[in-house]
C-alpha cells in the first residue's frame, strides 16, 4: 500500500543532543513538508521540499535541519540550537501539480529530558 | 495577519444540531482549499477538497468565496463522532507550493 512513513512513533532526547526524525514516503510525490505541533495548537511549517536536493525555510525553521536526497526521504533533524524542541512532528506529502491534497505520516512524538 | 486564519472554538453544540465553521486566507493567489479533520493525538486526514462552485459530501458541505478570501464548512445533523479539530489549510501553490493550516476549531458534539 502507498503511503508516508515516520519513524519512531515516540522519541525521548536529552538536552544539548541533535536527534534525526525520520519520513519516508512511497507515493511518487514531488513535494514533502515537516510541521510542528504543540498541544492545543495548530501546524506551525518548519521546511518544505518541492523536488529532490532542494527545500525552503517554513515559518519556524530556527534550530532544525533538513536534507532532501531522494524523492521519496526528507528526514528532519533537530539540533541542540532549537530552544523548546518536545512536539509533535508532522510529516507530510503531495504532488506538486493539481489538487495537492496532503498525506501526512503518524507522526512523532519528541520529548525532551 | 496570520496567513490563515480560524475561529479556535470551542464549538459546543448538541446532536443533529448544524454547525459552520469559517476561515479566511490573506494571500490572494492562493491555489487550493482543503478541510482537514484531527482527532486528538492523531494526524490530520482530509475531509474534503473545497472547490470554487462548492461541494458536498453527504452531511458536509464546503464553500469559497475567493473574493471575500475565505472558505467555510458546513456539517449537518451532527452527530457524537464528528467530535474532532477541524483545520482550513490552503495551498499557495505557484512556485513555492507552501501549504498553510490555520490553527484549527474544535468541535465537541453533546449528547
Known amino acids: ?113 | 495577519r496570520k496567513e490563515v486564519e480560524q475561529d479556535p472554538g470551542p464549538f459546543n453544540v448538541p446532536e443533529g444540531a448544524t454547525v459552520a465553521f469559517n476561515c479566511t486566507y490573506s494571500n490572494s493567489a492562493s491555489q487550493s482549499f482543503f478541510w482537514y479533520r484531527q482527532d486528538c493525538r492523531k494526524e490530520p486526514k482530509l475531509l474534503m477538497s473545497v472547490y470554487s462552485s462548492g461541494n458536498e459530501d453527504g452531511r458536509f458541505t464546503a464553500q469559497l468565496n475567493r473574493a471575500s478570501q475565505y472558505i467555510s464548512l458546513l456539517i449537518r445533523d451532527s452527530k457524537l463522532s464528528d467530535s474532532a479539530t477541524y483545520l482550513c489549510v490552503v495551498n499557495q501553490g505557484g512556485a513555492t507550493n507552501k501549504l498553510i493550516f490555520g490553527t484549527g476549531t474544535l468541535l465537541a458534539v453533546q449528547p
Open chain 1, 1 to 113: 500500500d502507498g503511503g508516508i512513513t515516520q519513524s519512531p512513533k515516540y522519541l525521548f532526547r536529552k538536552e544539548g543532543q541533535n536527534v534525526t526524525l525520520s519520513c519516508e514516503q512511497n507515493l511518487n510525490h514531488d513535494a514533502m513538508y515537516w510541521y510542528r505541533q504543540d498541544p492545543g495548537q495548530g501546524l506551525r511549517l518548519i521546511y518544505y521540499s518541492q523536488i529532490v536536493n532542494d527545500f525552503q525555510k517554513g515559518d519556524i525553521a530556527e534550530g532544525y535541519s533538513v536534507s532532501r536526497e531522494k524523492k521519496e526521504s526528507f528526514p528532519l533533524t533537530v539540533t541542540s540550537a532549537q530552544k523548546n524542541p518536545t512536539a509533535f512532528y508532522l510529516c507530510a506529502s503531495t504532488r506538486r501539480q493539481g489538487k495537492a491534497e496532503a498525506f501526512f505520516g503518524q507522526g512523532t512524538r519528541l520529548t525532551v529530558v
